[in-house]
């Protein structure tokens, strides 16, 4: 069981009795997810006001496509200089956070340390400031985690991707397609390779299974965007496939 349980809202447990939730506080007691601080027991998703307060958000206006935030001086929301000259296959992408400090230690935690739990954190910023998300039944038709290699997944035990994926589908009643885009061929640490080179490694790294996205309205969920290099590839193989439309959220993005 991973340090200090971060125990959800009440909203998350359902039907489990309080009295049952006040016991496993008590020997569980809920700790902050980034400074690891004791919180109260119906403190929401495990980030404490403190770490939250410090978690910048990505400015605006940003470029309409791939999200990436202009100089102050930009006046309104268009298409930025590189979807102009190098469109990328999706066609909208929104992040909520920078991807710095006090985030990336979440997030880093979240990936690979078995911090769990800190998907009722993400989800629900998501949910909360993510416009693609509103009106989601209307405007999406599945939901699709950025898929882990197999040899990956058995590594990590769980795809981060995929859990934020199912507490959004929860939220907005919109079905996820868990197996339906896989990737099937390892890929070198993407943190290590310029754009051009993961754009490069990345070609032909995923399959979609074809007749299961015809026409369909996507939206992908990853945690970090830096390049979006593999945003951009997922959707190449969505579209491909017959998707009609492939948007995406991240928790953070790298500026």
């Known amino acids: 069981m991973e340090l200090g349980v971060v125990v959800p809202r009440a909203g998350v447990w359902g039907g489990v009795d309080r009295s049952v939730r006040s016991l496993i506080a008590l020997f569980f007691p809920p700790r902050c997810g980034v400074c690891v601080m004791l919180l109260e027991a119906d403190s929401g998703g495990g980030i404490c006001p403190t770490c939250t307060a410090a978690m910048r958000h990505v400015p605006e206006p940003r470029c309409i496509q791939c999200g990436q935030p202009f100089p102050d001086s930009a006046s309104a929301e268009h298409r930025c200089m590189r979807c102009l000259k190098d469109p990328p296959h999706f066609d909208r992408v929104r992040s909520v956070f920078v991807y710095e400090e006090p985030v990336q230690s979440a997030i880093l935690d979240f990936k690979f340390h078995g911090r769990s739990g800190l998907r009722f954190f993400f989800s629900e910023t998501l949910l909360t400031e993510s416009d693609i998300l509103s009106e989601a039944p209307r405007r999406l038709d599945a939901i699709v985690p950025v898929p882990l290699h197999r040899f990956k997944l058995i590594e990590r035990g769980y795809n981060q991707t995929a859990l934020l994926a199912e507490e959004l ?56 965007m830096t390049t979006g290099a593999t945003l951009s590839e997922c959707a190449r193989t969505l579209k491909a496939a017959g998707a009609a439309r492939v948007e995406a959220v991240t928790v953070a993005r790298a500026l």
Not at 176 to 197: A, D, F, M, N, Y
Request: glycine share 8%; charged share 40%; net charge positive.
């Open 169 to 224: 589908s929860r939220a907005v009643g919109v079905r996820v397609e868990r197996t339906g885009l896989r990737k099937v061929r390892r890929t070198p640490p993407q943190s290590s390779l310029p754009r051009e080179e993961r754009e490069r490694s990345l070609r032909g790294a995923f399959q979609a299974e074809r007749g299961r996205f015809d026409g369909r309205r996507i939206l992908m969920v990853d945690d970090v």
